[in-house]
Structures are given as structure tokens and as C-alpha cells.
């Protein structure tokens, strides 16, 4: 095998890779809702700066400017073009959107994220999400519910802005384990942050 192809297949491999990792999204649980995790998974990613995309500001050199390999670029490009999200297992009470108490205490977490200095300026999408037990209509009016739900529950009980929160219903359209459609994981609520 030629050094050329050899180099070329480990790089696509590793994109492969980075892609399948940032796919595993992981549901935070009672008990693993903290501020911290929140404001770390929704925290807007830091835009590498321009110097630093084209080598400047690093070692001088005389008429040799070092290349960004294209995977790294691709990787970050990718990273960039995510929006940050974090998925909370937020519980309700069976086939409706009325929240529980541990769902409140989740949210009341949630909430002091979002009113955190590094989230206070970014909006958000309050997405519900139902397992496929059952019907699609059924399943994406039950989401849409729960939605908003929390989105009422974020506004009226901690005085979050109304047009920083928005809520979107998914139905059972994005299952996290497709393997177990009863798993708890598939009935989420995600919230994302939107690009400013």
C-alpha cells in the first residue's frame, strides 16, 4: 500500500470516528443534572480565531508557512456547525405533559444554567421527544406538549424570557436507542442552543 493512500484512509478514518463520537449524545439522569454540566454542554463553542486557522502566531519561520492538515479542519468545521445541545431525562406523568417533582428539580437546575453568565445571552430549543409505542400523530402531539410543558414551567416558574425559549416537538422521530423503543432515554426532552 502506497504512503499517499495509507495516510489518506487514516485520516478518513479518524473523521469517521470524531463523527461517531459526537453522535452518542449522552442523557443526563436524576442526579447527573448539575449547573456545570448544563453550562458546559450548552456553552457556545469557541471559535478558533483566524491566526491560528493559518498558522500565525506560531513558531517564525522563513518563507515556510505550515499547513492545517485537512482532517483537523474538517473536524473543527464540523464541531463548529453543531449546535451544543444536552439531553435531560425529564419525566412525566404517563401519556400526559404534566411534569413530575423530580422533572421540576431537573428544571429548576436547568434554569440557573440558563441564567448563568455564559448561557444569559443565548436562546434556546426545548425539543420533546416519545418513544414509537404510540401512534406518530399521538406521539408528536405528546412531545409537543411536553415541550411546552417545560418551556411554561422555565417562563412562569423562573422568570426565563418567553423569546429566549423555544419548544419543538420530535415525536419518536429521533430515538436514542432504537434497540429498546420502551427505554427511558427515547422519552427526553432535549435543549439546544441556538447559533447567535
Avoid at 419543538?168 to 432535549?190: F, H, I, Y
Amino acid at each position: 500500500m502506497n504512503t499517499p493512500f495509507r495516510i489518506t484512509t487514516l485520516a478518513l478514518a479518524l473523521l469517521l470516528a470524531a463523527g461517531a463520537t459526537t453522535a452518542q449524545e449522552k442523557v443526563l439522569r436524576e442526579g447527573q443534572v448539575t449547573q456545570q454540566a448544563l453550562i458546559d454542554a450548552l456553552a457556545p463553542a469557541a471559535q478558533p480565531s483566524e491566526g491560528a486557522a493559518s498558522g500565525a502566531g506560531g513558531p517564525l519561520t522563513r518563507s515556510f508557512r505550515p499547513a492545517v492538515r485537512p482532517a483537523v479542519v474538517a473536524t473543527t468545521a464540523a464541531a463548529a456547525a453543531q449546535p451544543a445541545r444536552a439531553s435531560i431525562l425529564v419525566t412525566f406523568v404517563t401519556n400526559s405533559a404534566d411534569l413530575t417533582a423530580g422533572a421540576k428539580s431537573a428544571l429548576d437546575v436547568l434554569a440557573a444554567a440558563m441564567k448563568s453568565e455564559k448561557l444569559a445571552s443565548v436562546k434556546f430549543t426545548i425539543e420533546g421527544h416519545a418513544d414509537p409505542r404510540g401512534s406518530e400523530e399521538l406521539n408528536m402531539r405528546l412531545s409537543q406538549a411536553r415541550a411546552e410543558s417545560v418551556r411554561a414551567y422555565l417562563t412562569s416558574a423562573h422568570g426565563l424570557a418567553a423569546e429566549r425559549v423555544n419548544a419543538v416537538g420530535k415525536g419518536s422521530s429521533a430515538l436514542m436507542n432504537p434497540s429498546d423503543p420502551a427505554a427511558p432515554e427515547n422519552r427526553r426532552v432535549t435543549i439546544v442552543a441556538q447559533p447567535g
